[in-house]
């Protein structure tokens, strides 16, 4: 129940497209769902986050959605460039109570010029 | 600049020898993590601590030992007991949750390798 499923593991983009990474959460305690991007050799930045009290945020080029019922959200990279080349991490947590991110396995994302 | 600061950038661990990997932060924040990083493996837990004098065993804490003296201060020990340590560790630091925007802040890492 603690899990938070990633996917795909890899993606390949051309420049201009849109990237689409997905996870899934089983424990329906969570409240919190942030991204990070990470660059190689560097440690994961938080990227955007959601409560699942809306279905999206938008935040520049970068979407998550949110579907409650289905326990799942994504993240949408619009106009997709190569400086966003980078492993993205899920994760999900119960806020209040301090409890511990979750994170999901990572996605590597590589931007074609 | 707030921030975190894990030194060193890289570390090389003979068989059979501790080593202990500094994590420094001055964020005020209460709590502070570790986790480690393999290729495919995401993020994994080996310690966290809430609060000074105070830490839990995440989900890989075997052949690992932490402290918390100092709120800014969170080193961790790789034990010789730790079978297969290359890898690279990441310290993490969060004030308390309720704010959207609570996340982790997150170090540099250091690698780690065995020679």
């Known amino acids: 129940q603690q899990q938070v499923k990633q996917s795909p593991q890899s993606l390949i983009v051309q420049k201009g497209g849109i990237s689409i990474i997905n996870c899934a959460y089983e424990?329906?305690?969570?409240?919190?769902f942030p991204w990070y991007q990470q660059f190689p050799g560097k440690g994961p930045a938080l990227l955007i986050a959601i409560r699942p009290d809306v279905s999206e945020k938008k935040e520049g080029r970068f979407t998550i959605s949110f579907n409650k019922s289905a326990k799942q959200f994504s993240l949408h990279i619009m106009d997709s460039q190569p400086g966003d080349s980078a492993t993205y991490f899920c994760a999900a947590s119960k806020r209040k109570s301090q409890g511990n991110l979750i994170f999901g396995k990572g996605t590597k994302l590589s931007v074609k010029p | 600049d707030g921030g975190i600061t894990q030194s060193p950038k890289y570390l090389f661990r003979k068989e059979g020898q501790n080593v202990t990997l500094s994590c420094e932060q001055n964020l005020n924040h209460d709590a502070m993590y570790w986790y480690r990083q393999d290729p495919g493996q995401g993020l994994r837990l080996i310690y966290y601590?809430?609060?000074?004098?105070?830490?839990q065993k995440g989900d890989i804490a075997e052949g690992y030992s932490v402290s918390r003296e100092k709120k800014e201060s969170f080193p961790l020990t790789v034990t010789s007991a730790q079978k297969n340590p290359t890898a690279f560790y990441l310290c993490a630091s969060s004030p308390p949750g309720g704010d959207l925007n609570y996340g982790y802040t997150f170090g540099s890492g250091t690698r780690l390798t065995v020679v």
């Open positions: 601590s809430q609060i000074v004098n105070d830490f």
């Open positions: 424990n329906t305690a969570f409240d919190y």
